[in-house]
């Protein structure tokens, strides 16, 4: 999931061949701003006793002053979206180290976890819930990871109807299982706009969509201090978002010729 032939057009073109388009129906129901009920739907669904990101406002204190401070959230995400930037404070995350099993002078053995401003959370989430709305329309059927309304078992079903029609007419075959270390982590940004494009996905929710991966920088927290050595990073740091992205492109990588169904 890298550009490094991104020059080559007829290269890409034959890539992205026989991808699936949005409807212009759906692309209508994308591309408009953002509006109240989009960003009060995931404060209402997130669970509390989360720690905070930087600013130290958890998910409780949106829900408890949501009358007072919805409208003025709205407009500060409608300014980032019009200046293709979040403020400073919401795009930066604070590391912080969960220790794991093992030896713990070990770097592997600690988990890393991003404390997000709940701002930043609630912009993210909202575009998930927007773009998960047309997921089924452009994923194909065999994909079931983060696609709303589909199971793994799909999946577990299909390998198992595979295995019964092998017996029956002896065919030979194989099974891969392939896992990929640091899949979110592999996605390059240049490689998702344009599969996004391919899919013919609004313009307005593409650049929206920028918005939360732009500028985006860490600082560490160490003991009882943060280190403020602002660290710049690619990529967004909400995981359902990550999960969206990968899933796309996963999609345009995928032979969309050679399709199996379960009988």
Same mark, same amino acid.
């Given at each position: 999931?890298?550009? !490094?032939?991104?020059?080559?057009? !007829?290269?890409?073109?034959?890539?992205?061949?026989?991808?699936?388009?949005?409807?212009? $129906?759906?692309? +209508?129901?994308?591309?408009?701003?953002?509006?109240?009920?989009?960003?009060?739907?995931?404060? @209402?669904?997130?669970?509390?006793?989360? +720690?905070?990101?930087?600013?130290?406002?958890?998910?409780?204190?949106?829900?408890?002053?949501?009358?007072?401070?919805? $409208?003025? =959230?709205? !407009? &500060?995400?409608?300014?980032? /979206?019009? !200046?293709?930037?979040?403020?400073?404070?919401?795009?930066? +995350?604070?590391?912080?180290? =969960?220790?794991?099993?093992?030896?713990?002078?070990?770097?592997?053995?600690?988990?890393? #976890?991003?404390?997000?401003?709940?701002?930043? $959370?609630?912009?993210?989430?909202?575009? +998930?819930?927007?773009?998960?709305?047309?997921?089924?329309?452009?994923?194909?059927?065999?994909?079931?990871?983060?696609?709303? @309304?589909?199971?793994?078992?799909?999946? #577990?079903? =299909?390998?198992?109807?595979?295995?019964?029609? /092998?017996?029956?007419?002896? &065919?030979?075959?194989?099974?891969?299982?392939?896992?990929?270390?640091?899949?979110?982590?592999? #996605?390059?940004?240049?490689?998702?706009?344009?599969?996004? $494009?391919?899919?013919?996905?609004?313009?307005?929710?593409?650049?929206?969509?920028? &918005?939360?991966?732009?500028?985006?920088?860490? &600082?560490?927290?160490?003991?009882?201090?943060?280190?403020?050595?602002?660290?710049?990073?690619?990529?967004?740091?909400?995981? @359902?978002? %990550?999960? %969206?992205?990968?899933?796309?492109?996963? %999609?345009?990588?995928?032979?969309?010729?050679?399709?199996?169904? /379960?009988?």
């Amino acid at each position: 999931m890298r550009s !490094e032939d991104g020059d080559n057009k !007829e290269l890409l073109d034959t890539f992205y061949q026989g991808l699936p388009k949005v409807s212009s $129906e759906d692309n +209508a129901a994308l591309e408009g701003p953002l509006v109240l009920e989009e960003l009060q739907a995931p404060v @209402n669904t997130m669970s509390g006793g989360k +720690a905070p990101g930087i600013d130290g406002l958890p998910v409780e204190f949106y829900k408890f002053f949501w009358e007072e401070l919805g $409208e003025d =959230l709205l !407009e &500060v995400l409608k300014e980032s /979206s019009r !200046e293709r930037c979040l403020p400073l404070c919401s795009r930066r +995350a604070v590391i912080t180290l =969960l220790p794991k099993k093992g030896d713990l002078q070990d770097i592997r053995n600690w988990h890393p #976890v991003s404390l997000l401003c709940m701002d930043y $959370e609630i912009m993210s989430k909202a575009l +998930a819930n927007r773009l998960g709305d047309i997921m089924d329309s452009v994923v194909q059927s065999d994909q079931t990871y983060c696609v709303p @309304n589909r199971s793994i078992i799909v999946n #577990v079903s =299909l390998i198992r109807d595979i295995l019964d029609v /092998s017996r029956l007419l002896a &065919v030979d075959l194989g099974l891969i299982s392939l896992d990929q270390e640091k899949d979110f982590e592999r #996605v390059e940004y240049q490689y998702l706009w344009k599969t996004l $494009e391919v899919f013919g996905l609004s313009p307005s929710l593409i650049t929206m969509m920028k &918005v939360v991966v732009t500028g985006l920088e860490l &600082v560490v927290f160490c003991i009882q201090d943060v280190e403020f050595d602002p660290q710049h990073c690619d990529g967004s740091q909400q995981e @359902n978002t %990550q999960q %969206q992205h990968y899933t796309h492109c996963s %999609q345009s990588a995928t032979p969309t010729t050679c399709s199996v169904s /379960s009988y």
